[in-house]
C-alpha cells in the first residue's frame, strides 16, 4: 500500500471516529443531553453560532530579488544554467476555509471534557513565477486545489488534524500536457499537557512538495508560551520556527524562518531537457528568514508585511520518464542555487460571520493555531493567528453600553 | 490573474470600509459590536482567572465548558429580550392569545435559563474546589458590577454635565 493511500486511509478512520461520537465512553452533549427542550428551542429560534472556526479568506505576494544561478561545473548543467540566466520568484497565493460541520460533546469519566469535531472545506489558488532572464517565454505554473481537513480535539489537551489537499498544477505555457494531479496530506496530533502550562508538542507525518520534491516527513514541533500571551517561541519542523511578541490585541512581531517551495509540472518547450519529454517537472525551495508585522485592525480583517532574506534557494529540474513508476523522491537532471537574496511577503485575511465564543479557551487555541500553520494547498503561506486574541490594558475602556446591555439586569444596579 | 487581483482588492477596500462604519458609535438600541464583544469577553476572562486563582490546568477545562453555557444562556436572554421587545412595542395591537403566549414563554425562558445553570454547575463541581465554585458566582455578579462601573467612568468623562 502507498503512503497516498494510507493517508487517505487514515483520514477516513479520523473522519468516522468524529461521526462516531457515542461510541464510547460516557457522553452529555449540549445537543442532545436531558434539557433537549432547551436546546430544541435555542435551535428553532436562534442564529446561535454553529461553529468555533470562522469562515477565512487569505491573499498574500511573496517575492524574491534577482540572483544569478550557480549550477555543478559540468557542461550539460553549465549549458542549462546559461540558457536560463538569472532567477527570481513571485508568487500570489489565494486561500480559504470554511467549516462545514462542527460538534461539540461533553464527554470523559466525568463529563467533563467538551470535545469538539470540526470538519472544514479548503481551497488554494496559487500562480508561481519563477523568472528566468535568459528565456524569451516565461513559465507560469499554477496551482489549484480543493481540500478537506478534520479536527478532532478531545480530553482536554489532545488535538488531531487531518489534512486531505488535492490540488491540480501546471504550466500555463502549455496547459493541456502539463496538468497533473497531486495530493498533499497531513496527519498530526498536538498534545497540551496540563500539567504544564504554556507548552505544547505536535507529532504527525507529512506528504508534502514544500521542498521541491514528493516527500513524506515526520512532522516534530513544539511551542513554548501562551499562543494569547506576550511571548512565544514556536518550532515546527519542517514548516517553520517563530518567535512571537504581541504588545497588544492588534499588533504582533514575529521573527521567523519559514520554508517555501513548490513543485510542479513544467513544459519542456524551451527544450532545457534534452530527451524527449514534452513536460519536466521543477521543484523549488528556501528558506525565509526574515520580520514580520501582523496587524488585527478588526475582528475580521488582518494583513501583514514582511520582509528579510531569503536562504537557501534551490531548484531543481526532474525528467518525468526517467523517474516514471516510483512513488519516491524523483531525481533530478539539473539543480541550482542563487545566493541569499532580499524577499518582500504581503498579505490581507478576512473572516466572516459568527463563531461560539473560545475566549480563554486554550486547546481551541491550539486547533486554531493548527489550522492556520498547516495551510491549505502545502504552501505554508497562513493566514495567521487573527482568532487568538490577546488580552490588552485598554480592552476596560470604551465599552459602550451596547456590549453590555445583554451582561446586564435591572437587579444589579441595586 | 491580474483582474481577479483588482476585483479583489476592491472588494477588499469595500470590506475595510464597511469595518470602519461598522465601528463607529452607534446608539443604545443597537446590538453589541463585535469589538466590543470580544473586550467584555477578554476581560470577563481575565477577572474570573484572577478572581478564582484559576491554575492553568484548570483553567484548561474550565473555560470550553463555562463558555458554552454562557453561550446559551446568551441566546436565550436574546430570544427573551426579543420577547420583551414585542411586547413594549406592540402590546396595543396584538392579541390576547400571542400577548398569553409571550408571557408563557418569559416564564419559560426563566426556567431554561435556571437549568442550564444548574446543568453549568454540576459539571463545575467535578472540576472546581468548592471554595472557587463558590467564589464564581460572586466574580459574576461582581464583573457585571465593575461593567457598569466601567460605563459610567466613561459616561462621566464623555458627558461630565450628566445632561442628554
Known sequence: MTISYSFRLIGVLALSIGFLPQAFGKTDSLAYSSASHVNALLRERSREAKHYIRPTLWISNFGTATQALTSRNTVAAQNITNRLGNYRFAQTNLGFYAPIYTQAKFKGNDTTHLNTFHLLVTANLLNDKPQFSALTEQHILYKAGIGMRAIWAFGSEHVILYDASPFVTGDRYNKATTRRFLFASTLVWNCTPRSVPGFSFRLGITRTFLLGNRFSLPMVGFRIGRLDGKFYFSAQFPRNAVLVYQPNPKISVTAFTRVYGGFYNLSNSDSLYFGTDSVIQFGRTGLANGLRLDVRASKNFSFFLSGGMAANNKIWLYSSSFNQGTNRPLRHFYDAKTVSTPFIHVGVSFRFGKAKNSAGNTLMYDVFDLNNTIDPGDNNDGPGNGEIRRSGKNDAKKIQYRDVSDLIEETDLY | ?164
Open chain 2, 1 to 164: 490573474m491580474k483582474r481577479f487581483l483588482h476585483i479583489f482588492w476592491i472588494v477588499a477596500t469595500l470590506l475595510m470600509a464597511s469595518e470602519v462604519y461598522a465601528q463607529a458609535p452607534a446608539g443604545k438600541n443597537d446590538g453589541p459590536s463585535a469589538s466590543g464583544t470580544e473586550k467584555v469577553q477578554a476581560l470577563k476572562v481575565a477577572f474570573i482567572t484572577k478572581r478564582l486563582s484559576l491554575t492553568p490546568a484548570e483553567a484548561q477545562v474550565f473555560w470550553p465548558i463555562y463558555n458554552e453555557y454562557q453561550e446559551k444562556r446568551d441566546n436565550l436572554r436574546k430570544q427573551a429580550q426579543e420577547d420583551r421587545k414585542k411586547v413594549r412595542e406592540q402590546a396595543d395591537k396584538l392579541t390576547d392569545e400571542e400577548l398569553q403566549k409571550l408571557a408563557d414563554s418569559e416564564i419559560e425562558f426563566r426556567k431554561n435559563d435556571v437549568a442550564l445553570q444548574a446543568e453549568m454547575h454540576e459539571k463545575l463541581k467535578k472540576i472546581l474546589p468548592a471554595r472557587k465554585l463558590a467564589l464564581l458566582y460572586v466574580a459574576e455578579e461582581d464583573f457585571k458590577k465593575e461593567l457598569i462601573r466601567l460605563l459610567s467612568e466613561d459616561n462621566a468623562t464623555t458627558n461630565p454635565g450628566g445632561s442628554k
